[in-house]
Structures are given as structure tokens and as C-alpha cells.
């Protein structure tokens, strides 16, 4: 009996007891999310709409709280804001309108209509003041358990602390960080499946036998690929400038064993010119100085050639290499020619040099790399207005509460405002 999928799709009509959508970014949930129809209850009473509403609305918002802790947390004050114009504030002082005469007399033309203020999308406006919550609306996580996850586990902290409590309630200036890599795990690729890693029956020899040789074809296929250093330096140049050409013709998709191979190739090269020089600041300044010591690098290897010597110089031999360069400078000053690279090259080695220190391949992660942002992301990728995001180091600033203003709802919500005040209702416990 083959086993049964842990999360079936069931195509039905009744979205109260079937579909359910969740603060998550799967691929199910978003199914969900597009095929769910308004609900009416037409056919239903006053009582029934409430609870059919409040059961809608909470399998999104904070599914994983409890409901009595919910109750706890619900307020009927709902925070908003009106927008006022500052100019129109400077120039008057309030007399007209105290007066309580005139007023619209002197206006002309076309009135703007001001939208109304959603009050009841903001009935889960407590929700968001969760530590958990929060972090899944920063896009730390990519979904509101999974960032309980990294809460529990130690990965948090707020304020400088380390927080193990998802159920922190934020105050406005409070700044929650995540571990990068777990950032990087949640909201990245996964790592494609190995063929022929669960095999049954009589094929589990076979499957092995070709899993150790593949490995084994690749070492030797990367082996013959990698650039030779010593070579050359023109023709150095051109296995680097073909190399950055196939780094950046391939699309950071491709995740597949050629141009793993490639960037493996690239990357050893640049770093067995990096190491050539006697100091270990190269490898870890910035990408010019890297690409400076790069060029650097192949010019000695020229200028030795043109004296007669067959290796590049060490860091052992700084004095010997010195002296050599000066006689040579001396000697033969008219043939030393410097390599001199197009833009186009320069361009392409150094988006290449870019691409493989800003984002490398690391098997051992336990995401895909190159990294990659994981399927269907595009669609929940939004930051809600109470939030300062800054994702180079995955922290966030809880800037004030959310309130509702002119047309807008600072809670995000897949439901209209009737859901929401049918659910408010329900919660006013007057039924």
C-alpha cells in the first residue's frame, strides 16, 4: 500500500469545514488562499454568522494560541488615526471651525470623500504584538509555528537577550534579532533530494554501487576542470573569463552538479592566486583589493617568464623576488607589458569574484546553495507599516502598535472587514 500524502489537497465547496488558511507560505495554503469564496451567511442566523465568522478568522490569526489565551488578550479599544494636513494647521488657528458658522459656504467645486476607516480588520490587532507573530511578519520565518520554533529553541533574542518565550507581547522600540542561518534555512530553497537514497528490494546493491560512483566521476571530472595557475597568465585569463561566463550564464536555479562544478573551479583558482601573495589580509578584504592582487599576481608570473624562471614567487623569498623584480625593471624595461583586461572581462571576472563570495556553495548547509528564495515567497513577501526590517542582519524594530487609518488596515488579513466585525461581535460577549 503505497502511504498516504501528509497534506492531501481536497478539492471541496464547504470552505468553512475544509479550507483553511494559515499564516504560512505553503504551497497548500496558498491553493487555499486563491480558491476560497466570500462567505455569506445568508441562510444562517445572528448567532451562527458569529461563530462561523470568529472560526474563519482564527484559523489565521494566531491558530496556534489557545483560545482562552486569546480572550486574555482581546480589546475592544481599537487604535486609529486621523491624517491632518500640517499646512492647513499652520495657517489657521481653529477659529473657523470653534465659530460653528459658515461652514461650507465658502468651499467650491467637488468635495474629496475620505474613506472610511476599517475599524473591524484591526480585532486582531493583539495578535501582532506576539513575539512569534512578528517575526513570521518581518520574514524571518516562514511561518507563524516555525518562528514559535526558533523562539523556543534559543534563536531569538530581543533586546540584546536571549527570549524563549513566543508569547512575549512587544512594546513599540522593543528590536527582536533571529540567527541568520536559521533565516537563511527558513526562508530558502531546500536542498534537492539525492536519487537513489531509499531504494527497496533487490536494487538496494545496485543503488549504492552507482551512488559511490557517481561521486567518484565527479571528483575526477572536477579534478580535470580546475584551473591551472601555473600556467600562462594569458591563458589563465581565459579559463577565469570562461569560467565567469558560465557562472553568470547559468541562472542561480540551476543548482545542478556542472555549475557547482564551476564555481568550485572559479573559486580555487582565485584563491591559489590570493594565495600567492604574503599577505593573508587579501583573502578577506574587499573585492577590489582581491581583483588588484588577482592582476597583481599574473603580471610576476609574466615578468618571470620573461626572466627565465618557471614558478611564481613565495611569501619565504619577499627580498629574492624583490631584487629580481628591480633587475628585471632595469634590465629589460621595454618587455615588461602589463596584462591589460577589456571592461567587458573586467566586468565579467569581477560580477564572477561577486557572485562566488556573496554567495558560495556550501554543501554543508542544510539549505541549497547558491541560496535562493523558496517557491511561491512572492506572494507573502510584505512588511506591514509597524515594522523596521533590516534583513543584512535579520533584526527588526517594533516601532508602535498597528492602527487603522483612511482606507487602511495595518493588521494583514485574507478576509474582508464584515469577517472581522461579525468575529468582534462574537468576542464583545453580548450573544
Partial sequence: MPRKAPTPLKVKKNILSDVKVRQSWSKYNLYNLARQTPYSGRFHNFFKQKWATK????????????????????????????????????????????????????????QRVNSPIPYMSMTFAPMERRLDTAIFRALFASSARQARQFVVHGAVKVNGKQMRYPGYLLNPGDMFQVDPERVMWATGAPKAPQKGAVVQGEGEEDATGESTSQPAEEELIEQEEVVDVDRDPREVLKDLRARAKSILATSKRDIGAKRKQDLRAFGTAIKKLLSRSGSSTVLTDSLEAQFAEIQHQLNIRRENQAAGTTSLPSAKDSEQQASEEESVETAAPETKQEIILSDADYNELYAALRSMQENPVDDSKPYATPWMPRDYMSAFAFI????????????????????????????PSPYPVDIHGSAFAWYLRRR
Fill in 55 to 110: 472560526s474563519l478568522a482564527r484559523n489565521y490569526h494566531g491558530e496556534h494560541v489557545r483560545e482562552k489565551q486569546w480572550l486574555r488578550m482581546f480589546d475592544r479599544r481599537i487604535r486609529s488615526v486621523i491624517p491632518m494636513d500640517a499646512a492647513y494647521l499652520a495657517a489657521n488657528d481653529g477659529s473657523r471651525e470653534s465659530a460653528g458658522r459658515g461652514s461650507g459656504l465658502e468651499k467650491k467645486g467637488k
Fill in 384 to 411: 506591514p507599516r509597524f515594522l523596521e526590517v533590516n534583513h543584512n542582519i535579520c533584526a527588526a524594530v517594533y516601532l508602535r502598535h498597528p492602527v487603522a487609518r483612511p482606507g487602511l488596515a495595518e493588521v
